[in-house]
């Protein structure tokens, strides 16, 4: 039987794996302290702006819930205020960027101090037969996140040289970790910038390719390894841009926004989809319900490659551990089932 590894792989490649595999982009401390029978945690973190766990920590988890990756996260600060939500939840509100002397203010790890990466390289090294993602963001989220949402839209229209020369400041910054965390032994570049409403994208499409695109292709010219996009909400105005750019996978092709069948129609033959498996079913859902659900995603997504399961969002504080084993538990039961070749031939066994 491959690896975890191997499997993964093989999905992000857009081929079909003897068995479906089942990633995250993030897993709360705090949903999997009950479960491994841990300390609750002491700290909280800035929206995940640091590594929870260890590696033995992380494989533990892994094994426990049937993960075939781990994850490694890697930032770069954001500036904003802070308020602290339930648990180990933070959420940024005011952003403190907000004019061009604001910007002199903001300070970036080296991304060329050596030290910067000692524990990604020990991560990515000790990984055994997981598929170990770097976790980082590309640029367009901290900077809305440090000028704040209204500041930031406004900006775009009144004083565009200034949202240009903090994103550029952010990008500057990733191009030099996304090369260097490409020859760490990582088997995922995984960026997770929110740019969508579940009605659209925050910008237009117009915006997108003028602000955002030609900074997205610099990036892509140095990562050397599978590029996973994440964002919330409805992307499908930007897919053929992001296909166009290189990106290898979307996360989570969020339920509530996106129809996930429709886009493995439209574009299973250029990009690999990571989901969508709802938030609310994982939370006030049944183990049963969640169970039909993977299904149903497994025998109408796998066929042709290029499906991992996963949640719609990440493994929050309030999903019920019971419902997200039964994810797990589904992927292991149908994941490896002798599914059809080509999404063409395969029979819709899914609920309408």
Same mark, same amino acid.
């Given at each position: 039987?491959? *690896?975890?590894?191997?499997? %993964?792989?093989?999905?992000?490649?857009?081929?079909?794996?003897?068995?479906?595999?089942?990633?995250?982009?993030?897993?709360?401390?705090?949903?999997?302290?009950?479960?491994?029978?841990?300390?609750?945690?002491?700290?909280?973190?800035?929206?995940?702006?640091?590594?929870?766990?260890?590696?033995?920590?992380?494989?533990?988890?892994?094994?426990?819930?049937?993960?075939?990756?781990?994850?490694? %996260?890697?930032? #770069?600060?954001?500036?904003?205020?802070?308020?602290?939500?339930?648990?180990?939840?933070?959420?940024?509100?005011?952003?403190?960027?907000?004019? #061009?002397?604001?910007?002199?203010?903001?300070?970036? &790890?080296?991304?060329?101090?050596?030290?910067?990466?000692?524990?990604?390289?020990?991560?990515?090294?000790?990984?055994?037969?997981?598929?170990?993602?770097?976790?980082?963001?590309?640029?367009?989220?901290?900077?809305?996140?440090?000028?704040?949402?209204?500041?930031?839209?406004?900006?775009?229209?009144?004083?565009?040289?200034? %949202?240009?020369?903090?994103?550029?400041?952010?990008?500057?910054?990733?191009?030099?970790?996304?090369?260097?965390?490409?020859?760490?032994?990582?088997?995922?570049?995984?960026?997770?910038?929110?740019? $969508?409403?579940?009605?659209?994208?925050?910008?237009?499409?117009?915006?997108?390719?003028?602000?955002?695109?030609?900074?997205?292709?610099?990036?892509?010219?140095?990562?050397?390894? &599978?590029?996973?996009?994440?964002?919330?909400?409805?992307?499908?105005?930007?897919?053929?841009?992001?296909?166009?750019?290189?990106?290898?996978?979307?996360?989570? %092709?969020? &339920? #509530? $926004?996106?129809?996930?069948?429709?886009?493995?129609? *439209?574009?299973?033959?250029?990009?690999?989809?990571?989901?969508?498996?709802?938030?609310?079913?994982?939370?006030?859902? *049944? #183990?049963?319900?969640?169970?039909?659900?993977?299904?149903?995603?497994?025998?109408?997504?796998?066929?042709?490659?290029?499906?991992?399961?996963?949640?719609?969002?990440?493994?929050?504080?309030?999903?019920?551990?019971?419902?997200?084993?039964?994810?797990?538990?589904?992927?292991?039961?149908?994941?490896?089932?002798?599914?059809?070749?080509?999404?063409?031939?395969?029979?819709?066994?899914?609920?309408?």
């Amino acid at each position: 039987m491959p *690896t975890s590894r191997e499997l %993964v792989a093989a999905a992000l490649r857009r081929e079909q794996p003897d068995r479906v595999p089942y990633c995250e982009v993030y897993v709360s401390r705090s949903f999997v302290t009950p479960l491994m029978g841990w300390d609750p945690p002491t700290t909280a973190k800035a929206n995940f702006e640091g590594n929870e766990f260890t590696i033995d920590e992380y494989k533990a988890v892994a094994e426990r819930l049937g993960l075939d990756n781990i994850t490694f %996260v890697l930032r #770069a600060p954001v500036y904003s205020e802070i308020v602290p939500g339930d648990h180990d939840t933070l959420f940024y509100t005011r952003g403190l960027i907000r004019s #061009a002397a604001d910007v002199e203010t903001i300070l970036l &790890p080296d991304p060329d101090d050596d030290a910067l990466y000692e524990g990604a390289a020990s991560f990515a090294r000790d990984r055994g037969d997981y598929s170990a993602w770097f976790i980082t963001r590309h640029g367009i989220s901290p900077t809305m996140l440090s000028m704040g949402i209204e500041e930031f839209s406004v900006a775009l229209y009144d004083d565009r040289r200034l %949202v240009e020369r903090i994103l550029d400041l952010y990008v500057d910054w990733i191009e030099v970790v996304a090369e260097r965390a490409s020859r760490l032994g990582f088997d995922a570049f995984v960026t997770t910038d929110d740019i $969508a409403f579940n009605n659209g994208p925050f910008f237009s499409p117009q915006i997108f390719r003028e602000l955002v695109l030609p900074r997205f292709v610099r990036v892509a010219k140095r990562i050397s390894i &599978p590029w996973v996009f994440h964002s919330d909400g409805n992307v499908t105005p930007l897919l053929d841009d992001l296909a166009a750019v290189g990106i290898a996978a979307i996360h989570p %092709v969020e &339920p #509530a $926004a996106m129809d996930i069948r429709q886009v493995k129609r *439209t574009y299973g033959d250029r990009l690999c989809l990571i989901g969508n498996v709802d938030m609310n079913l994982l939370s006030l859902g *049944t #183990a049963d319900e969640v169970e039909e659900t993977v299904r149903g995603l497994i025998y109408d997504l796998a066929p042709g490659g290029g499906y991992i399961v996963s949640s719609g969002n990440s493994l929050a504080h309030y999903c019920r551990p019971e419902n997200v084993l039964a994810m797990s538990g589904a992927v292991r039961r149908y994941g490896g089932e002798q599914l059809p070749q080509t999404i063409a031939t395969a029979p819709r066994r899914s609920a309408p």
